[in-house]
């Protein structure tokens, strides 16, 4: 498919404002007849931020800023990683789009850099595949060092390499099958979206929802339900389920996806509302707020986001949630935990941590996807019950 000379301008445009922003990198991409190309090159350029940087730093003598550094990062994807784009259109297409620039030395050094950096591109090539393996792979170093210490060497290179591939967009349908949506085609046009006969959901994520069993006729609470996945699966088999979300934001998206696919949820906006203190629930889910580390290949940012102290802050917040819950869950109820996290202390540490401070449940059943294993979503799950 050919590419119009704006998508590099786009997708520098999008690289700018998230390294200025941090925020969601598919918020930042506008519609159009390129958004795949283009979200595929600014996907690209974050995952692989530390090598391209670590290149760019080779080849130039001060670090550039603004749109000079987007446009760099954006021309060096294409030569090292997007094999589909040949060298030629990778500098044409980054220069032309750098020629749109105010400052009109910006498609020189556009155009310098990445000539220079493919007579290079051996030499860069050997350097990379040379470097430890966050820096290959671009992670960072701390949370490399925990999945070699956990899974090996090995399998920590297997679990970083598939962080650093495409993601499938899988729809979850009411039957409870899971089917891969054909690369490039748009979820909108897919048979039945207007119906709400799908959702856009990674196998992964029936970990939880089987956990919780769901029959028709059960009172179930969503706790932390927006975007709204598990809350509609568990709906579409029967349940009448109560979801909470006390992001305003949040939960707008949450309300819409269930408008679209039609299902009669209740929305309640805290889990300390008299509407939901006066109720015990058989059966309660939370999927918790987590470090996303199991779907760093859905969110390559994420990775970006990622500290130990920034776990530690999350690792509290679940334990909060999960006290604020407890006392909803009626006796011989059950209580699902789930993280689409792969980190300990996320979960069988956070689980372990629970049953210590309410010894009136027990643990039933834990579960656990590991990208390399399973081949889907990294995710974790556990089912309590209390006595």
């Not at 021309?75 to 297409?93: K, R």
């Not at 789009?97 to 220079?116: E, G, H, W």
């Not at 643990?363 to 390399?372: A, G, I, K, Q």
Request: hydrophobic share 40%; net charge neutral.
């Amino acid at each position: 498919m050919k590419k119009n000379t704006n998508s590099r301008r786009t997708a520098a445009f999008a690289v700018v404002r998230w390294l200025a922003t941090k925020d969601f990198p598919a918020t930042l991409l506008p519609e159009g007849p390129d958004r795949a190309f283009v979200q595929d090159l600014v996907y690209t350029v974050i995952r692989r931020l530390r090598p391209l940087r670590k290149v760019l730093g080779a080849l130039v003598t001060k670090w550039p800023k603004g749109e000079l550094e987007a446009l760099l990062y954006v021309g060096a994807a294409q030569v090292l990683y997007m094999d589909e784009v040949p060298d030629f259109a990778a500098v044409n297409e980054t220069v032309e789009a750098a020629k749109q620039c105010d400052n009109k030395s910006v498609a020189k050094v556009v155009n310098a850099v990445l000539r220079n950096l493919i007579r290079r591109r051996e030499e860069f090539e050997q350097m990379i595949a040379a470097a430890p393996l966050e820096e290959r792979e671009s992670f960072p170093t701390a949370l490399v060092r925990r999945w070699t210490a956990r899974f090996g060497e090995e399998n920590a290179a297997k679990l970083c390499a598939w962080h650093n591939e495409p993601a499938e967009t899988f729809l979850a349908r009411k039957d409870g099958s899971f089917v891969a949506l054909e690369r490039g085609k748009k979820v909108t046009e897919v048979p039945g979206f207007a119906e709400g006969g799908f959702i856009v959901q990674d196998p992964g994520t029936a970990l939880a929802v089987e956990l919780v069993d769901a029959k028709p006729g059960d009172e179930i609470l969503d706790a932390c339900a927006a975007p709204g996945g598990k809350t509609i699966q568990l709906a579409w088999r029967g349940a009448k389920v109560t979801a909470c979300e006390v992001n305003p934001k949040r939960r707008r998206k949450l309300e819409e996806n269930l408008k679209r696919v039609g299902v009669e949820v209740e929305v309640a906006d805290a889990l300390d509302s008299c509407r939901l203190q006066s109720i015990a629930f058989g059966k309660v889910l939370v999927d918790a707020p987590c470090s996303n580390t199991g779907v760093l290949r859905r969110r390559p940012d994420a990775r970006w986001n990622w500290s130990v102290e920034k776990l530690e802050a999350l690792v509290k917040l679940q334990a909060e949630i999960l006290d604020q819950v407890e006392p909803l869950v009626a006796p011989g109820g059950t209580l699902v935990y789930s993280t689409c996290s792969n980190e300990p202390e996320e979960n069988l540490e956070q689980v372990n941590a629970f049953l210590v401070r309410h010894p009136d449940f027990k643990l039933d059943v834990t579960r656990e996807s590991v990208p390399f294993e399973s081949g889907h979503d990294g995710a974790f799950a556990a089912r309590f019950v209390r006595r």
